[in-house]
């Protein structure tokens, strides 16, 4: 794993970034007051409830609950993971991440230009297989196949797509000079070694399909024999920058494709994809010789509503399928669908689209059938539903996987529709599927009694520079109030350094108060600009009266013997002082 990225680092990134044009990069915002707006990119709405705020370097929305800074917003929209979101970020703004060596309990660290070595190597292999199947021996042949597959040369140019040539060494020979060399060379598989030690190239004599990640780096590849031979596709196995479970062949591409994405076709193989663009249907991925995993289908969800499974109508298209239904089950939220097209035997999107054209094809998507008819045909395919004991094996396999559902739409969908092909009452079918409880997402405002210390904080976190206004009182952390500790944590962040709210967050990020001080960012205060200062310094007056009674109550119910001279002139001064008050 790569060394750890400097706290320090990130929270000067995010005091350089601005969260608008990173936003704009990608949703184009318009102006709406003070803050920008747009339709959010994260569900499907008609009037945009999306909102940035430049000031707070935070966006919101109110529709879905979807909120966060500049780096939240690259993780949801472009599918990335934190480090990644962060050399995304960086390389916007043209400077380079520092990494942290490896220091006890964090694991051993990769120098990062190790990291940039292996997709350097990675991206010269690539443009060698291309090179290949230009000038190789047998290009006449490697041509003709692919023309004969109905690519053109524009097609096979976009993909990248190349030859392996048929010889033991040809990528040992090219990039594997030195004994360094050859270490990461089979660190990325892109050699093999046998039991004897010797060494030879892991593809050879294929047709090369450069797989790329989120941000368009080659991070292995799929090689398909062009004549008879086992296994027909071969793919790079898992390296320090591939994994199969969260790269999806074709998605990169499909991005540079499409600005909007109404919908993605998830098909099975390499070819079905690049078939499929070649006839004008740009929107097809490939998952990697596995089935939709759930991390495939969070990062097709937060780019499209509708994920249309088109896969073989045999034994393992149909198993596919299922998994990734089973997969999907817990993803499932409003206003996104997901739908199954099983193909005749002896058909693939490859043939199809070939045959029946862009149009054809996408004739056949408007069949596919629709994940509650799919999920029920799926279940009862194998049981006698007309007796008690198939009606029992049913409710046996359903109840589990509608218990997995969070959305509300579709699990009441299923239930009616379990209730239906029981010949039951919907209300006897509750009590066999017991409801789901269901974290609050944000879409639904949260019913949470504002005291005020959560008000005090709210304010500090929209307003960081209040937190400058008034002096901390460090024996706030003794109130006894929900959150008063986290309150003064929070007091001394902003009083010691000027921060605006999404640096403020991204400290407290992977902490337990991480969601509700996200939620208090986007807290409706209904308090106007202008008496945001005296309406903190009120709140923040009365904290501190309420501790000053409290440590008046203690002292009071304290007996004769505990109070000590110390105690005793405390204990005058308080009660002086809240008369003053």
């Known amino acids: 794993m790569a060394g750890l990225i400097p706290k320090d680092f990130i929270q000067d990134l995010l005091a350089r970034a601005d969260v608008v044009e990173v936003v704009d990069s990608r949703v184009r915002l318009k102006k709406a007051g003070r803050n920008y707006q747009a339709c959010c990119p994260f569900h499907n709405e008609k009037s945009p409830s999306f909102t940035v705020a430049p000031d707070k ?7 879905c609950g979807a909120h966060g800074n500049a780096l939240d917003f690259l993780m949801e929209y ?10 995304e970020l960086a390389s ?9 060596k490896g220091s006890a309990g964090s694991g051993p660290a990769v120098d990062k230009q190790q990291q940039a070595d292996d997709y350097a190597l990675l991206e010269s292999c690539s443009k060698f297989f291309e090179q290949q199947l230009r000038s190789n021996e047998q290009k006449e042949r490697v041509i003709g196949y692919l023309k004969g597959r109905g690519l053109s040369g524009e097609t096979v140019k976009h993909f990248g797509i190349g030859y392996a040539p048929d010889a033991w060494d040809s990528i040992l ?6 004994k360094p060399q050859q ?3 089979l660190a990325l598989k892109m050699i093999t070694e046998n039991d004897s030690g010797r060494r030879y190239d892991f593809f050879r004599d294929r047709i090369m399909f450069p797989i790329r990640d989120r941000r368009g780096r080659v991070v292995g590849f799929g090689g398909r024999v062009l004549d008879k031979g086992e296994p027909k596709y071969l793919n790079s196995p898992e390296t320090r920058v591939f994994h199969k479970g969260r790269e999806l062949y074709g998605f990169w591409e499909m991005k540079q494709a499409n600005k909007n994405i109404e919908s993605v076709v998830l098909v099975e193989g390499y070819m079905d994809v690049v078939a499929l663009a070649q006839h004008g249907v740009t929107n097809a991925v490939a998952s990697l010789g596995t089935a939709a995993t759930s991390d ?3 990062l097709l969800f937060r780019h499209t509503p509708l994920v249309i499974c088109c896969f073989d109508g045999d034994r393992a298209g149909r198993e596919a399928a299922w998994r990734a239904l089973e997969n999907a089950l817990p993803l499932l939220r409003d206003g996104i669908d997901m739908r199954f097209l099983f193909l005749p035997d002896g058909e693939d999107p490859d043939s199809l ?4 054209s862009k149009q054809g094809f996408e004739k056949q998507l408007k069949n596919a059938r629709a994940l509650t008819d799919y999920f029920f045909e799926h279940l009862t395919a194998t049981m006698d539903i007309s007796t008690d004991a198939g009606k029992s094996a049913l409710v046996g396999k359903a109840k589990p996987l509608i218990a997995q559902v969070a959305s509300d739409f579709y699990r009441e969908t299923l239930m009616q529709r379990l209730a239906n092909v029981l010949g039951r009452e919907r209300s006897q079918v509750e009590r066999l599927v017991p409801g789901k409880k269901v974290e609050n997402s944000g879409g639904k405002r949260e019913q949470r009694r504002m005291t005020p210390v959560l008000r005090a904080m709210g304010l500090l976190v929209q307003y960081p520079y209040l937190g400058q206004r008034v002096p901390v009182h460090e024996e706030l952390v003794n109130l006894k109030a929900e959150g008063a500790k986290i309150f003064v944590a929070l007091h001394k962040q902003c009083a010691d350094k000027s921060v605006n709210t999404a640096q403020l967050l991204e400290s407290w990020r992977d902490t337990k108060y991480a969601d509700s001080l996200r939620r208090l960012a986007s807290w409706e205060h209904e308090v106007l600009e202008e008496n945001i200062e005296q309406e903190f310094s009120e709140t923040y007056l009365f904290l501190i009266d309420s501790y000053l009674e409290q440590r008046l109550h203690e002292l009071q119910s304290l007996g004769n013997e ?3 001279r110390g105690k005793v002139q405390e204990l005058d001064q308080l009660v002086k002082l809240l008369k003053r008050r």
Request: proline share 4%.
């Open 57 to 63: 370097q935070f966006y919101h929305c109110f529709g």
């Open 78 to 87: 472009d599918g990335l993971d934190f480090p990644d979101a962060v050399e």
């Open 92 to 100: 916007m703004l043209g400077v380079d991440v520092p990494r942290e």
């Open 173 to 178: 020979k090219q990039f594997g000079k030195s």
């Open 183 to 185: 270490q990461q060379l």
């Open 296 to 298: 495939h289908l969070q």
């Open 353 to 356: 689209v070939q045959r029946e």
């Open 562 to 564: 505990e109070l000590d």
